[in-house]
């Protein structure tokens, strides 16, 4: 039975498998508050639809940290013919702007490409190169064709040079064009941001204007855990390297590793909007990152125990998690377990609905539907797409409405994050044609992006 399908009502919402963590099993280590709960904490056991087990993860909040981890950055600069005059000011703006955030012991480097690449400051103390490296910035001139991946592949080998366990490395790439010299299809981007992520640095992606190829930026972005924006205007650039070097400067755990050992017969089938492994009964995943004021969460997809199952509890999930603390500069590790409550009575299992796990489940389905719009667009189904959207809008209406109210209804930014999806399926669905559809492409990748990892900003 597909998601969709599944969780268009709230009589489909409520046929769902799923649990809600006994009390007592959120878990505390260091750090790291993790939190596992399913979408009911009661199952149906003649009932045989998935199973959805939500993930929460969170840090302190900021401003309850007295100090923060130093970042080792690398800003990468497109300056071939495209990014001149205005872009490339506003380039230069963005850039001075994000060194307002920065302090004397961080790590900084400039590189800048075309069809060459050029590094035009070499990592360094911040403290003791700022002047050079605003001169730097100041020096940027724009000509040539554009050698995307050997900028990017440079930015990681200026970070590496002061990589560390306990700095948030990462490199900052703009770029408003096609890679057109070296390397430029979205696999052998998303191959670099893996490389680069195996070395625990993420890359941050940073898309100005209508030119540039979305599915190269944000995947490149996603294989390594990094953000992925869409800047339409070069005069929204300063707002936007000001909050993604507030993004750096926030993260508070790295190098997150996510263990999930399936229980009782449960199976795992998939995790939604991340790359998994899973073998067995066991599903592994990692986080490059998670900044201290904000919760990240994944959604996985299970089966139901395949044969008889009687009445009664019983456990559906262990969770351990690994990370490395960077206001500790140590490894730490947070454990939870989930249960649930096994009946014969389908209206018990209906009334355990836990409204909040299940409003991010269908933002994460809605996702998943609009990824798939965008695939039959591509395709050239302006027709077949628009339906798929329409109905996503539908489906998140109804959601919103049986998830928003209520007894213990899902918490006002999680209907308000549903609402704005139904807002945005609808009018891509009415910019499906002619020069409208280049920018709906760009903001469909960019919303699919900030939606599967919770990009902060």
Not at 122 to 132: P, W
Not at 239 to 263: H, V
Not at 381 to 404: C, F, I, P
Request: glycine letters at 8%.
């Amino acid at each position: 039975m597909s998601p969709m399908r599944t969780l268009s009502s709230l009589f489909g919402l409520a046929a769902l498998c799923g649990a809600v963590a006994v009390p007592g099993l959120e878990a505390r280590a260091a750090e790291m508050q993790l939190g596992a709960e399913l979408g009911h904490s009661v199952i149906d056991t003649k009932s045989r639809d998935r199973v959805y087990l939500r993930l929460s993860l969170k840090t302190l909040a900021a401003q309850a940290k007295e100090r923060r981890a130093p970042i080792n950055v690398a800003i990468v600069v497109d300056r071939s013919g495209s990014m001149s005059g205005e872009r490339l000011a506003a380039a230069k703006k963005g850039a001075h702007a994000a060194l307002e955030r920065l302090g004397s012991d961080d790590i900084v480097s400039l590189v800048s490409y075309n069809h060459e690449v050029d590094v035009l400051q070499k990592a360094g103390r911040f403290g003791s190169e700022r002047g050079a490296l605003e001169r730097a910035i100041d020096k940027l001139e724009a000509s040539g064709t554009t050698a995307l991946y050997a900028g990017v592949k440079e930015g990681g080998e200026q970070v590496r040079a002061f990589r560390s366990d306990v700095k948030v490395n990462r490199v900052v790439l703009l770029s408003d064009g096609l890679a057109n010299v070296g390397p430029s299809t979205p696999g052998e981007l998303a191959s670099l941001g893996r490389e680069l992520a195996g070395k625990g640095i993420t890359v941050s992606t940073i898309g100005l204007g209508l030119e540039y190829n979305e599915d190269l930026m944000q995947r490149l972005a996603a294989a390594s855990d990094g953000n992925h924006v869409f800047v339409e205007r070069p005069s929204d650039l300063a707002e936007i390297f000001d909050r993604e070097f507030g993004d750096a400067l926030s993260i508070a755990a790295r190098d997150i590793t996510i263990t999930i050992e399936c229980k009782s017969g449960f199976t795992p089938k998939r995790v939604l909007g991340r790359e998994a492994e899973i073998s067995g009964s066991r599903i592994t995943l990692k986080l490059n990152q998670l900044q201290a004021d904000n919760e990240r969460y994944v959604v996985v997809e299970l089966d139901p125990p395949s044969s008889a199952v009687s009445a009664g509890d019983s456990e559906v999930a262990s969770v351990d998690v690994d990370y490395l603390s960077l206001e500790s500069g140590s490894r730490a590790s947070a454990k939870a377990g989930v249960k649930a409550r096994f009946t014969d009575n389908a209206k018990d299992a209906e009334a355990s609905l836990n409204k909040a796990v299940m409003s991010q489940v269908t933002e994460q389905v809605a996702t998943e539907n609009s990824e798939r719009a965008v695939e039959l667009r591509d395709k050239g189904d302006v027709t077949a797409a628009r339906k798929v959207l329409e109905d996503n809008a539908m489906y998140l209406n109804k959601q919103k409405s049986a998830l928003g109210a209520g007894a213990a209804a899902a918490p006002a930014a999680s209907i308000s994050a549903l609402d704005k999806l139904e807002s945005k399926s609808r009018e891509a669905a009415n910019n499906l044609e002619g020069e409208s559809w280049e920018k709906t492409r760009k903001v469909m990748r960019h919303d699919q992006h900030k939606s599967k990892v919770q990009q902060a900003y």
